[in-house]
């Protein structure tokens, strides 16, 4: 390899903030900011703000983030004609 065209790979460590979940691994990535681990040493530190700690698919808690109230004007919107076939729909409005 060519001396100094590399990046720096190094320990880092990456934290969920999400999950308060921390491990090491190696990277290039830049970063200022340092944390102290459980060994004494100082790494650099890469905050994430999700992991295998904190995602549904890898946890198994499926949570439902309805942020901007999608699901309540779905059902405001078809909250008696959803689920229902064309011929019960013209018997409701004939009635």
Do not use: C
């Amino acid at each position: 390899m060519k001396p100094k065209i590399h990046p720096d790979y190094r320990e880092v460590v990456f934290k969920d903030t999400a999950a308060n979940f921390a491990f090491i691994s190696r990277s290039t990535v830049k970063t200022k900011d340092t944390i102290q681990w459980e060994d004494g040493k100082t790494y650099p530190l890469i905050k994430l703000d999700i992991s295998s700690a904190s995602h549904p698919f890898f946890t198994g808690k499926m949570k439902l983030l309805d942020s901007a109230g999608q699901i309540d004007r779905f059902n405001k919107r078809f909250a008696g004609t959803y689920g229902k076939k064309q011929e019960d729909k013209k018997q409701d409005e004939k009635k």
